[in-house]
DNA sequence: CTTTGTGCAAATTCTTTGCACCAAA
DNA sequence: TTTGGTGCAAAGAATTTGCACAAAG
């Protein structure tokens, strides 16, 4: 079965309707696994997507976020960015290529949601921010 | 001596020269602790302020955070927000009524800074979202 | 003087909205 | 045929830029 089928099953799966545009939305976020921004999605599948709007790749990503099929990265000032894995892992970007990258393998107590008597916590989002090698020797 | 004169000094010590504008903005912040955004703490300035222009609020902003007399917070989709508390803490918004809180008393190895093979981090920041009680009870 | 900071207006960028058309059930 | 999805254009909001004037040293 191709990545498209497997895409389509998956977004069944998550409770939402597979419509051509979103299945590829959804099939791009799981490829490309460098935390895309709107625009980067929308500028890559448009060639294949003549009549693509921006506007259903905004409302596609909303629907994944709202059906916990992705998940919004708040680290980058300039877009947001939009990440498949919705596993437990950390993001890291760098501060001067803008590039973010997955941090995995980090203690598990990170992502444990602390008890608050007046907030009810549903979420954590841990990100770091410094320079990457390739960066630095540059 | 008056907050004013207090964060005069401040500002000194950072290495950042103490205009009127930058040293209100500064002051604001270190007596609102709310998590301000830039429109926020230029509209509570200018009324006593009336040619302060929002671009310079943005300009000092940039700077506190260069500086490192504040730290700048991407928890709210919505705007960017400053925070004047650089210790380590973590930050909730409520996806309901946008409110950013402190959370304080994390424990100290959630701040610590993971070992990376090919990035050099310098900041963590620790975001979490859900609901307030406020909101929840109503 | 010379450098640095401020503030206005305009421009840019990201995101949302309104609405007409299209597609699927 | 009814509901929901898509896409265009326009609107809205946040932030940045260019430039002239003001302030400080």
């Given at each position: 079965m191709n990545t498209y089928m497997q895409t389509h099953k998956f977004l069944i799966q998550k409770n939402i309707k597979p419509s051509v545009q979103r299945t590829a939305v959804m099939e791009y976020l799981m490829i490309n696994r460098v935390?895309?921004?709107?625009?980067?999605?929308?500028?890559?599948?448009?060639?294949?997507?003549?009549?693509?709007?921006?506007?259903?790749?905004?409302?596609?990503?909303?629907?994944?976020?709202?059906?916990?099929?992705?998940?919004?990265?708040?680290?980058?000032?300039?877009?947001?960015?939009?990440?498949?894995?919705?596993?437990?892992?950390?993001?890291?970007?760098?501060?001067?290529?803008?590039?973010?990258?997955d941090i995995f393998n980090l203690k598990p107590e990170l992502f444990e949601i602390p008890k608050h008597p007046q907030y009810t916590i549903n979420t954590v989002e841990i990100s770091y921010t410094g320079i990457c090698n390739e960066c630095k020797s540059n």
């Open positions: 935390h895309p921004t709107v625009d980067e999605i929308y500028l890559a599948l448009s060639p294949d997507m003549p009549t693509l709007s921006k506007t259903t790749v905004y409302n596609t990503l909303d629907l994944l976020v709202r059906k916990g099929a992705a998940q919004m990265l708040l680290i980058d000032e300039k877009n947001a960015r939009y990440d498949a894995d919705i596993s437990k892992h950390g993001h890291f970007i760098c501060q001067s290529c803008g590039k973010v990258s």
